[in-house]
């Protein structure tokens, strides 16, 4: 089956520290990749996404590289801000299929 | 601003109670999705619209009945809830599979 497995938190940085948070998958076929973000009282924003093997996705200051033969979509950042604070998914679609799914979620805490 | 729209953003609903959570956009995407979020959890995926059809119902209890009126309304109709079924409840919308739109949410209570 489909699934993505993120690791545990809560994440707490200083600010400008180097961010990464880890996320592997397992998928039949060729899922594409997604980070979406989760602000306090909101609901989820799409952060980056790929959609193939190599493929990096970047947005913010935030990048993953979408790695096939680790099947892994970490997310990193080189320095980050306070107002990063949040919940970060990690998630995959898979190829005929309506349904994403998603890892349990990382919290980070960044502090000034 | 989110694109998709959510109302209410707060309801408190006893038991017996019959209530429906709205969620509207305006972006033309052709599919619609409910999803329901307990503290500290991912979404779980409930409904799937297509073009106004229900394509994916995941097992939902018959307690929650959703409705898509038009191709940019999607209700969801509440009825005799459980405490259990308290949540943050989101919709969201894409134009293909991807990339959903999400909306801010309905958070729900029910006593």
């Known amino acids: 089956g489909n699934s993505v497995t993120q690791m545990e938190g809560p994440v707490t940085l200083s600010e400008e520290a180097f961010l990464t948070i880890n996320c592997t998958y397992t998928a039949t076929g060729y899922p594409s990749l997604f980070w979406y973000v989760q602000y306090p009282g909101e609901g989820l924003q799409l952060l980056l996404k790929?959609?193939?093997?190599?493929d990096k996705g970047s947005n913010k200051g935030f990048e993953a590289t979408y790695r096939k033969e680790t099947t892994s979509f970490h997310l990193e950042k080189g320095s980050v801000q306070v107002s990063d604070s949040a919940v970060y998914f990690c998630a995959l679609l898979n190829t005929g299929f309506q349904k994403l799914v998603f890892g349990t979620g990382t919290r980070l805490l960044v502090s000034p | 601003d989110t694109e998709v729209t959510q109302t209410p953003k707060h309801l408190v609903m006893g038991m017996t109670n019959k209530k429906s959570l709205k969620c509207e956009q305006h972006?033309?995407?052709?599919?619609m999705y409910w999803y329901k979020q307990k503290a500290k959890k991912p979404p779980e995926l409930m409904f799937v619209y297509s073009y106004e059809k229900l394509s994916i119902n995941e097992s939902v209890p018959s307690r929650f009945s959703p409705e898509c009126p038009n191709s940019s309304l999607l209700n969801l109709h509440l009825h005799a809830l459980q405490p259990e079924d308290s949540a943050l409840y989101l919709c969201a919308s894409s134009q293909g599979l991807w990339p959903l739109h999400f909306g801010n949410g309905t958070r729900l209570t029910v006593t």
């Open positions: 790929a959609t193939k093997a190599d």
């Open positions: 972006m033309g995407h052709r599919a």
